[in-house]
């Protein structure tokens, strides 16, 4: 069964940081395009960071930028994303992804339905 698992979320008070790992089960996700998205509590799920297949190209949604990191290791099938100066705003789920569907999974993608496969999510909370 293919899997995407988080790790890594918790609890953290503001300003400080943390690290999401995304395990995928198959061999099959180093050929993918690889995201974060966050859904905090009573809102939408929204972007938050992509990679490409090659790990060459990176983007992270412009509120986050100069906080949040994306990267991944191939040899472990394992995605990242580093969050620095994490404030309350930054309290949601967030989930790991792999592009699918539609699109060239090699790809760089910053929308939901560029991704095919999804991780069940994982908790983040900040404390001011």
């Known amino acids: 069964q293919v899997q995407l698992v988080e790790s890594g979320g918790g609890l953290v008070e503001a300003g400080g940081s943390l690290t999401l790992s995304c395990t995928a089960s198959?061999?099959?996700?180093?050929?993918?395009?690889m995201g974060w998205f966050r859904r905090p509590p009573g809102k939408d799920r929204t972007f938050v960071a992509g990679?490409?297949?090659?790990?060459?190209?990176?983007t992270v949604a412009r509120a986050l930028r100069g906080r949040f990191t994306i990267s991944r290791d191939k040899t472990k099938n394992m995605v990242f994303l580093a969050m620095n100066n994490v404030q309350p705003d930054d309290t949601a789920v967030y989930f790991c992804?792999?592009?699918?569907?539609?699109?060239?999974?090699?790809?760089?993608?910053?929308?939901?339905?560029?991704?095919?496969?999804w991780g069940q999510g994982i908790q983040v909370t900040v404390s001011s």
């Open positions: 992804a792999a592009a699918g569907g539609p699109v060239p999974p090699e790809g760089l993608y910053d929308r939901d339905y560029e991704y095919a496969y």
């Open positions: 990679i490409s297949a090659d790990t060459w190209r990176t």
């Open positions: 198959e061999e099959f996700f180093k050929q993918k395009g």
